[in-house]
């Protein structure tokens, strides 16, 4: 793990650093790596999200790799009700998000529901009921977008009413308490201050992300429910034997990664934009598998990693704002075309092995019979 | 988990053996289809419109009239393929979801063929060899495209379903990259991202006059038959499903595994290739953005619901590409979006998949061997 962790640091540190070193010129370097670190924490957070699903689906012995159809109906449907409850139902903006928030959690569970009901009762191919639930979730959101949105029959009249907005950010008064130590409004210190508040002013759902690592890592590994649930991954025969519900905790476990896969969902469409877009995910739900692999299944490992995805993300968002000051021998750098390509690349890489083998749960992948 | 080889058995009424076993066979994806149509139909009752109003449209466009028939065609021609590409993959126990990228990117191979090389040679290339050429570029791009993640698998472990998703992604942001720039048509009234067209040397024939219907369609099915020799009438064949079935049997039978597997995926790349080189110089004569979407996730559901046998694939392709066609005429009549049909199609390929759904609902016995057509993460 040591290894894989040194790794994600050196790739983050790179990342910042060719930022730093293209806008050094026009903003100090503080202030540049502040804002890397925070969008890379922000647009980490559907993929740290995902990688929980994961977790939780496959350490209770269900491969989910339907976690992007999963985060696409939380991001419509949350999406939806937040719509109608501010515009038809009369709700004002936040409440109306919260509810939003809540109908995106419930949507994700219920796509889970029919993958536990196909993989563990029904014993389909996990893959396959996985590849299912993506289809669906792309064929039920495309059709409701366009049936209620865009036909002049519908609820809308054939237009997209105005969304109430997205959940606000959480302020905590670092920058203040500098202004008081400082006793300046500029200067090293001031910018510190500042800084820190930048990452450390972040949104709801990417706040509850980082807390939710934390709450299911000790869950899984110093609870009886997180001791339960790796039995039945390893060995449900065994687990089976000293009267463990192999099928309900199965079940339990895929439902709460289904949660965890709605609240992603819900980030995309209510707290980064307002707005939906038909496959709006693009792939985040697999790129969020391929980070719960490179954590070898561990909540910590797997918010690690989706650091280093969402730090590869920040590097393509960061260097818009430096366009003009990239040097002509960087110039491939300008297309946001090369630099968006690099979560995945770097995802193929980090499935080689090269930074180190893992191992999923024993019996991950394998419906149990009794 | 172990699948298993249906034996063939040389007894008197083996005729009738096959003809029960394929009415068997046919039972279970047929069920799947009516109960999917009965649930999409409920679907459309719930969005306001009529559901029988809707099907008689969904049926006169796909199969109504001679130019139905043929813009069905024209539909299921990239399906057949796309859809062999998924099958032949699965029956090598791989599963390819990365059709979509091998397609895109085998599209715009063929196309710079079509407008660019003429020009860079600076001859008239006749059409005996600009089509096979456009054709053969098309092919060897799916197949490399395919055969990379095929090697991620075969020496380092890495599961194909995730980097043929990273390499769809990869694909078709490259594509966009170059139709929105250094393959981008010049002229001045083009606001698109798309190449050129290509010349009329590597254009497909089309087989009527005023219909759309082009050779392709008579490839597709030449291609299914060939799909079928190979897996069933040669060693290689033979190879690929025992690597399918059983991996380690086939590395103690002496197969070489590894090879065999990038070899699986460059073939099933290479049809994936083909169907987007057919694609545009059959049908679109040029690459254009966005023409591609949804072929890959489409092809997965015709290759479960074809049970991966080509013949299967070339029915139910022809099935997914007449719903796809009568789509515009059931939205005419009906004012139901088209995109019904993207849940009736994933309604197909849960039932298809779950067959156990069937089986209950239906109470059916179950009489065959499960399909077991993917492993866990460990390979």
């Given amino acids: 793990m040591a290894k894989r962790f040194i790794f994600i640091i050196i790739i983050i540190a790179l990342l910042i650093g060719s930022v730093v070193l293209v806008g050094y010129k026009a903003v100090p370097p ?60 009369g709700f004002s903006a936040t409440p109306s998000i919260l509810m939003g928030v809540l109908a995106a959690l419930v949507s994700g569970g219920l796509f889970a529901l029919l993958l536990a009901a196909l993989s563990i009762t029904f014993k389909t191919d996990q893959i396959i009921g996985g590849t299912v639930i993506n289809i669906l979730a792309i064929g039920v959101t495309g059709f409701l977008n366009r049936q209620l949105f865009f036909e002049k029959g519908s609820v809308f009249g054939g237009q997209v009413p105005h969304a109430p907005g997205v959940l606000p950010r959480l302020h905590i008064p670092i920058t203040e308490l500098f202004q008081q130590w ?14 820190l508040n930048k990452i450390v002013d972040q949104k709801p759902i990417a706040i509850s992300a980082i807390v939710l690592v934390f709450v299911s890592s000790y869950i899984l590994f110093n609870t009886r429910w997180g001791l339960r649930t790796r039995s039945v991954g390893e060995h449900p025969r065994a687990a089976d034997t000293v009267g463990i519900n192999v099928y309900f905790m199965r079940y339990a476990n895929v439902i709460i990664g289904g949660l965890f896969a709605g609240l992603a969902g819900a980030y995309l469409t209510l707290e980064s934009v307002p707005s939906f877009e038909p496959l709006m995910t693009n792939g985040r739900g697999f790129i969020a598998l391929a980070a719960m692999i490179f954590g070898n299944w561990t909540p910590i490992g797997a918010w690690a990693a989706a650091l280093l995805f969402g730090s590869a993300q920040a590097l393509q968002i960061n260097l818009q704002f430096f366009r003009e000051l990239i040097p002509p021998n960087l110039a491939f750098l300008q297309q946001s075309y090369v630099v968006g390509l690099t979560p995945y690349i770097l995802t193929m890489i980090i499935l080689t092995g090269v930074v180190g083998k893992t191992t999923p749960p024993a019996a991950d992948g394998q419906p149990y019979v009794k | ?50 559901s029988i109003q809707a099907y008689v449209g969904l049926f006169e466009g796909a199969f109504g009239s001679p130019k ?14 796309a859809g062999l590409a998924v099958a032949l993959a699965f029956k090598g126990g791989l599963f390819n979801i990365g059709v979509e990228g091998q397609l895109a990117l085998g599209a715009v191979a063929a196309a710079w063929v079509g407008y660019a090389l003429p020009g860079l040679l600076g001859i008239t290339i006749p059409a005996i060899i600009h089509i096979p050429l456009a054709i053969g570029i098309g092919i060897l791009f799916g197949a490399i495209w395919a055969a990379i993640p095929g090697a991620l698998k075969a020496y380092t472990g890495a599961h194909e379903v995730i980097n043929t998703i990273m390499m769809n992604y990869i694909a078709l942001n490259t594509v966009s990259f170059l139709l929105n720039g250094p393959m981008k048509d010049k002229d001045p009234n083009n606001v698109s991202a798309r190449t050129p067209e290509i010349a009329l040397t590597a254009r497909l024939p089309a087989i009527f006059p005023d219909l759309r219907v082009h050779w392709g369609f008579i490839l597709a099915l030449i291609v299914a038959w060939l799909v079928w020799y190979l897996l069933w009438k040669t060693t290689l064949g033979f190879e690929i499903r025992t690597v399918g079935a059983n991996p380690d049997a086939a590395k103690y039978a002496g197969i070489n595994v590894k090879k065999l597997i990038v070899l699986t995926m460059a073939f099933s790349g290479a049809l994936a290739g083909l169907a987007g080189a057919i694609e545009v110089i059959g049908l679109n004569y ?26 299967g694939v070339v029915l139910a392709a022809i099935l997914f590409g007449g719903m796809r066609n009568g789509a515009t005429r059931m939205q005419f009549l009906t004012q139901i979006p088209v995109d019904v049909i993207s849940i009736i199609q994933g309604l197909i390929l849960l039932f298809v998949a779950a067959d156990e759904i069937i089986r209950y609902i239906y109470r059916i016995k179950v009489k065959e061997e499960r399909l077991v057509l993917t492993r866990g993460w460990g390979g």
């Fill in chain 1, 30 to 89: 503080l202030v540049i790596i502040a804002s890397m670190v925070a969008t890379t924490i922000a647009v980490a957070t559907p993929l740290t999200l995902g990688a929980l699903s994961g977790v939780f689906c496959e350490r209770s012995g269900v491969v989910n790799i339907g976690i992007e159809g999963m985060m696409l109906a939380g991001a419509f449907f949350g999406w939806l009700a937040s719509i109608y409850m501010n515009s038809i139902f």
């Fill in chain 2, 68 to 81: 139905a028939l043929s813009e069905t065609a024209v539909w299921a021609t990239p399906y057949i393929f």
């Fill in chain 2, 286 to 311: 040029r690459h254009e953005l966005g023409f591609s979407i949804g072929y890959g996730f489409d092809a997965i559901a015709i290759a479960l619901l074809g049970k991966t046998h080509p013949l």
């Fill in chain 1, 182 to 195: 400082c006793g300046a409004n500029t200067g090293t210190c001031f910018t510190i201050g500042e800084s």
């Fill in chain 2, 1 to 50: 988990m172990q699948g298993s080889e249906t034996k063939e058995k040389k007894t008197p009424g083996r005729a009738r053996q096959l003809f029960r076993s394929a009415l068997d066979a046919a039972l279970v994806p047929f069920l799947a289809i009516f109960t999917a149509l009965v649930i999409g139909g409920v679907i459309i009752a719930l969005a306001g419109g009529n």
